[in-house]
């Protein structure tokens, strides 16, 4: 039988699945037919970004989620980029799948509210964001001197310093290791690039 055929029925199978709103078993099927068959791979993630978005939906996730955006202080020009690749995806025109027209409306949405800025600051206000700190530019490390090694106990002592094992987490706590809802953001973006 061809990867064709395969395929087509695996299109078919995972159809089955969103149509009974099975969005995570459409996600699977996919996913495994585009293991099968690599070549076949454009056609099947423009499957897998209809469904995503319609389990990303189903899951509350915010706007900024289904778009596949990390952070709530995004620039305007990183929302719109995202959106262009989001909506050429699940285009109806583009994508044969039962779920594209669906998910086309929710991107859509989520880029109108995200790119009025008036709206936007509704919007987070209405989910409790605050807009995250930008992340500082690295400066460039000045050349340092090189230390010369001192001969043992030429020193201070150490001794007063408090040393040995440090206690606590380190700020990681809850889910694995994780503070705050990191854990949630790691698990949004990994659903966009990895196995479920």
Known sequence: MSDTC???RSVETSES???LNQFTNAIRAMKAAKKRSPELSPA???YLAAYKVHYAVRA?????KLLGIEYTNASPDDIKKQYKKMALALHPDKNGSAAAEGAFKYVSNAYEV???EAKRQAYNRQMGFRARPSKPKK???APQAKKERQPAGSGPSHSSQGG???R????????GGYSGWAWWDDRWHSMWSSDF
């Open 6 to 8: 395969t395929f087509e």
């Open 17 to 19: 699945y969103f149509k």
């Open 44 to 46: 099947a993630d423009r």
């Open 60 to 64: 509350e996730a915010s706007w900024y």
């Open 114 to 116: 995200l790119s009025d």
């Open 139 to 141: 400066q460039p490390k």
């Open 164 to 166: 040995g094992k440090r």
């Open 168 to 175: 606590g987490g380190g700020g990681q706590t809850g889910r």
